[in-house]
């Protein structure tokens, strides 16, 4: 493997910074791929927080991991590079703002979309070596302006 091809792509960055997240919450239209949409806000957090969610994201991660293993140094170094980029505090507050725009305000959610988008950095890094649709699936998602709150039988939802 050629490790000089690791790294976070800037405009994968500025694709996240620039993004009006959540702007089309609610929206019923979603036509990059295909979805389930959810029909409330209270039900999209419900989803959004729930283990079956959860246990989804944790099994693409592990999977991500285990065709990564070798990376020189581990993991370790690999999201503390990310984490001290500033990327995503930068980010983060571009999430907060379009949370609070939307009423979903809980710290629970924000840590579960903080979670996503490390993972969605961490996809990009080693994206020279190792891609899943999930994660393209979820970045097309969250660029669009929707809320991935679910994943169930090989599809997303969407609120």
Known sequence: MEWDKLGIKPEFFEQLVSCDWFC????????????YIEDNQEMAVARLNSL???????????????AMREV?????????EIQQSGY???VSKRIKS???REGILGEEELETIRSDVLSLFLANYFSAYYN??????MLQIYLSGHLP???????FRVY
């Open 52 to 66: 079956v969610r959860e246990n989804a994201c944790l099994e693409r991660r592990n999977k991500r991991n285990n």
């Open 88 to 90: 995503i505090g930068k």
């Open 98 to 100: 379009g949370l609070k």
């Open 132 to 137: 899943d649709p999930f994660y393209e699936q």
């Open 149 to 155: 709150c679910g994943y169930e039988w090989k599809k």
């Open 72 to 80: 020189p140094g581990g993991w370790n170094h690999v999201v503390k």
């Open 24 to 35: 089309n919450c609610g929206d019923k239209t979603f036509d990059q791929f295909e979805v």
